[in-house]
T-cell receptor, first 113, second 118 residues
Framework: GNSVTQMEGPVTLSEEAFLTINCTYT??????LFWYVQYPGEGLQLLLK?????DKGSNKGFEATYRKETTSFHLEKGSVQVSDSAVYFC????????????FGKGTKLTVNP | GAVVSQHPSWVICKSGTSVKIECRSL??????MFWYRQFPKQSLMLMAT?????????EQGVEKDKFLINHASLTLSTLTVTSAHPEDSSFYIC??????????????FGPGTRLLVL
């Protein structure tokens, strides 16, 4: 079945450090891939997405590239800020099938000043 | 655009009572809505999918009679937790997808409702 595996956290960085959160997936066909962010006490917000191989999603300085050969969608940011502290979820949606999202377990990021 | 609201944002109730949570799409018509449950420090667990005017589709292991879902209009879905018990305490999150005026690939999430059953 479809599944998403994220690197386990928590991740703690200093401000302006480089961030990578790994995400790999298992799916048949060509899923769409998403990163959602959840700030403390809030629901999820879409951060970025990619719908086909080699697409790069980007938003707020975050980037992720859809790599079919490695079935990965790693999230990166060159210089994190304290305000980026949140839980990040990688997710996939199966192409042409159900609209359901399959989520990874989430990675908690804490950025210290 | 693509704003989803939930009401209430938090609720405390006594064991054995029922609680209704509303999910509204404020600026688009939601053809499909989803209800999730999130345990502390864990991922989201999909409970059910609902389409306007039809019965909800529940995920395996979710009790239909306990978690009643009604998607009566294109902007409103409700989740009723019947005869709530302490183990139902959780963070409930809804999401919505639409066809017009929004990205059709994206689920837009509400802010969540924290339920505490005493």
């Amino acid at each position: 079945g479809n599944s998403v595996t994220q690197m386990e956290g928590p991740v703690t960085l200093s401000e302006e450090a480089f961030l990578t959160i790994n995400c790999t997936y298992t799916a048949t066909g060509y899923p769409s891939l998403f990163w959602y962010v959840q700030y403390p006490g809030e629901g999820l917000q879409l951060l970025l997405k990619a719908t086909k191989a080699d697409d790069k999603g980007s938003n707020k300085g975050f980037e992720a590239t859809y790599r079919k050969e490695t079935t990965s969608f790693h999230l990166e940011k060159g210089s994190v800020q304290v305000s980026d502290s949140a839980v990040y979820f990688c997710a996939l949606r199966k192409y042409g099938g159900s609209e359901k999202l399959v989520f990874g377990k989430g990675t908690k990021l804490t950025v210290n000043p | 655009g693509a704003v989803v609201s939930q009401h209430p944002s938090w609720v405390i109730c006594k064991s054995g009572t029922s609680v209704k949570i509303e999910c509204r799409s404020l600026d688009f018509q939601a053809t499909t809505m989803f209800w999730y449950r999130q345990f502390p420090k864990q991922s989201l667990m999909l409970m059910a999918t609902s389409n306007e005017g039809s019965k909800a589709t529940y995920e395996q292991g979710v009790e239909k009679d306990k978690f009643l879902i009604n998607h009566a209009s294109l902007t409103l879905s409700t989740l009723t937790v019947t005869s709530a018990h302490p183990e139902d305490s959780s963070f409930y999150i809804c999401s919505a997808m639409g066809l017009a005026g929004v990205d059709q690939e994206t689920q837009y999430f509400g802010p969540g409702t924290r339920l505490l059953v005493l």
